[in-house]
C-alpha cells in the first residue's frame, strides 16, 4: 500500500474523491485542488487510465519537517531512489511551494537533483541526466512552510492530455475541467448536449469519449510505465478491459456551434483526428440567430470575457443579447454557463438556479446554472426567475 496525492482543478475534488472511490482507493483527504489517499499500484493505473478529472498522479516517496535548504538535500540524498529507476534514465525536478520561508524555489529544486544524483553516485559510480522535455521520470517536491514531501509522478503528461486535440483557439478549456463540468451538469449519454460557442471543441471532445464509453488514457503512455515496480501484466489487463469497452462511433445527439469558422474548422480537425467526428453534429453558426437542436437538453459554454473580448463594451452589447436567445429558442433546456465576469447573471437578466466555484487555470469563475422555462416572463425586477 503507497501513499499518493491526486490533484485536479480547484472547484472538482469532490468529483475527484469519486473517481478514487471507484478507482479501488481508501483513507481518502480532500484538500484545496486535490485528494490525498491511499492504494496499491494497479488503483494508480485505473486511475490514470479511467480518471476525466485528475491532473495527476503522484506517489509519495519521501516527507520531513525542514529548517533550512540543506535539510530538503538530506531528505532527498536518503530517499532510496534507486528502487525506483536506474542511472541510465533521465529526470525532471519540479517543485511547488507555498508559505514557505527559503528565498530561491529554484535553488531548492537545483539541490533535490543534486541530492538524486548524488545518490547514485554514491551507489552505482554514475547518475541519471536530466531531460525537461520528456524525461522518463518525473520528481515533484511540495514545500509548505516547514515540512518538504517528495513525489514520483505516475502520470507523466498532464491527464487532461488525452492525446486528441491539436488545433487551439483562444481560451480553450482544459479537458478534465470540461469533463467536470459536464458531470456537474448531470448530463449522460442519450441526453441532447450543444455547446454554442465550442471553439476547438473540448466539450464536444469530452462528451463523445464519455457517450462511446472510451477511457481517456487509453492511447497514451504514462510515467508509471518507466518505473522499476511496473506491472506490465497488471496494466495490459486493465488496458485491455477499457478498449473492449469501447462503443462502435455513432451519432451521439452532441452537438456543436461557433459564429468563427476558425474555430469551427479546428474543432472539425480535433474531432476528425479523434476519430470521433461522426459522434457529433457541427455547424456554424452564431448562438444570437441558431435554434436549438432539440426539445430540450443540456447546453455547456464558455462565453466570451476577460482576455477573449477587446473591450467592456463588446461584453455589455452581447450578454443581453444572449440572455434573450436562450429565453426565445431554448425553452425547455437547462444551460451551464462558465465565467469569470461575475456580472454575467446580471448582464445577461437571468437568475442562476445555481452557481458553482470553479477555477480555469488561476482564473477564478463561476459555473452558472439557467433553467429556461417555456413561458418564462421577466420578473419585476427585470430578471427572469429560474
Known sequence: METFFASCPRGLETLLAEDLAMAGASDLKQISGGVHFFAEWPVCY?????????????????????????????????????????????????????????????????????????????????????????????????????????????????????????????????????????????????????????????????????????????????????????????????????????????????FGSDVSPVAVRAALANLDRAGLLPAVSLRSGDLLAIDAPASSGIMVSNPPYGERVSSDDELAAFYPLLGQALKQRFAGWTCYLISADTRLPKMVRLTPSKKTPLFNGALDCRLYEFRMVAGSNRGKSGATPA
Open 46 to 254: 485505473r486511475l490514470n487510465l479511467h480518471s476525466r478529472i485528475a491532473t495527476r498522479v503522484l506517489c509519495r516517496v519521501a516527507h520531513a519537517r525542514y529548517a533550512k535548504e540543506e535539510d530538503i538535500y538530506q531528505l532527498a540524498l536518503e530517499t532510496a531512489w534507486p528502487k525506483w529507476f536506474v542511472p541510465e534514465q533521465t529526470i525532471r525536478v519540479d517543485v511547488n511551494a507555498v508559505k514557505s520561508p527559503l528565498k530561491s524555489i529554484d535553488f531548492v529544486t537545483l539541490r533535490i537533483k543534486d541530492a538524486i544524483c548524488d545518490r547514485f553516485r554514491r551507489d552505482f559510480g554514475r547518475r541519471p541526466s536530466v531531460d525537461t522535455r520528456q524525461p522518463d521520470v518525473r520528481i515533484q517536491g511540495f514545500i509548505s512552510s516547514d515540512e518538504c514531501t517528495l513525489y514520483l509522478d505516475t502520470s507523466g503528461a498532464p491527464l487532461y492530455q488525452r492525446g486528441f486535440r491539436q488545433k487551439t483557439v483562444e481560451a480553450p478549456l482544459r479537458e478534465n475541467l470540461a469533463a467536470g463540468i459536464l458531470r456537474l451538469s448531470g448530463w449522460q449519454p442519450g441526453i441532447p448536449l450543444l455547446d454554442p460557442m465550442c471553439g476547438s471543441g473540448t466539450f464536444l471532445l469530452e462528451a463523445a469519449q464519455i457517450a462511446l464509453g472510451l477511457a481517456p488514457g487509453a492511447r497514451r503512455d504514462f510515467a508509471f510505465q518507466n518505473l522499476l515496480n511496473f506491472d506490465a501484466a497488471a496494466w495490459q489487463a486493465l488496458h485491455d478491459a477499457a478498449r473492449a469497452g469501447e462503443k462502435p462511433v455513432a451519432d451521439a445527439r452532441i
